[in-house]
């Protein structure tokens, strides 16, 4: 089986949670699969490889389960991108509007440095309004966006097109597309 037939058969889905209409993609199965969840970090790290990354920039909270570990595997800083409130010292905010209301993400402003080129990596990529917040929180601030890389990426969403908007030279990576 290649990686998109193993994911197929692992991941699993949660219709209407946390909400109707919501079809939940549930990452948990995998990551109870050592051997299966250190093929995906390979091709993310390939992905990041490719796209020339200097910082891996994980998105509050399953963003992080991957992130993480591909940051350490590749010997690159990772910086966390969180929920308002949550990072101490200076922080860099950027707001964006969701389907009701607006949320913010925000980074610490020391974790950015001159010259670097951020991959931004989550384990959804649904409307990209997460991800394309964060990229703009960190171009806003003087820095380039080598990448996006997805796990899923839900097709039938507007996400892509969104990021492509956002930082046009930069790749949008998914290793399964729904
Ligand atoms: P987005 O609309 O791309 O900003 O997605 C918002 C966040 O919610 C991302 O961090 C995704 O990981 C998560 N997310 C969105 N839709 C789903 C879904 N159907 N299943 C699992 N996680 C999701």
């Known amino acids: 089986m290649n990686i998109q037939q193993e994911l197929l058969?692992?991941?699993?889905?949660y219709p209407d949670f946390p909400k109707p209409g919501i079809i939940f993609k549930d990452i948990?199965?995998?990551?109870?699969?050592?051997?299966l969840f250190k093929?995906?970090?390979?091709?993310l790290a390939e992905h990041a490889a490719d796209c020339s990354a200097t910082h891996i920039v994980g998105l509050e909270s399953r963003g992080f389960l991957f992130a993480m570990p591909l940051a350490a595997e590749l010997g690159l800083p990772f910086i966390p991108a969180r929920k308002s409130g949550k990072l101490p010292g200076e922080v860099l905010k950027q707001s964006y509007t969701l389907e009701y209301g607006i949320d913010h993400v925000e980074i610490q402003k020391s974790a950015l440095a001159a010259g670097a080129r951020y991959l931004v990596v989550d384990d959804v990529i649904a409307t990209g309004g997460t991800a394309g917040a964060v990229a703009r929180l960190i171009q806003s601030n003087?820095?380039?966006i080598a990448g996006f890389s997805f796990v899923i990426e839900l097709s039938f969403l507007p996400g892509r097109k969104a990021l492509q908007e956002q930082a046009p030279t930069a790749g949008v990576y998914s290793l399964l597309t729904l």
């Open 9 to 13: 058969a692992t991941l699993k889905d």
């Open 28 to 35: 948990c199965p995998l990551l109870a699969q050592p051997a």
């Open 39 to 43: 093929r995906v970090l390979r091709h």
């Open 142 to 144: 003087g820095g380039t």
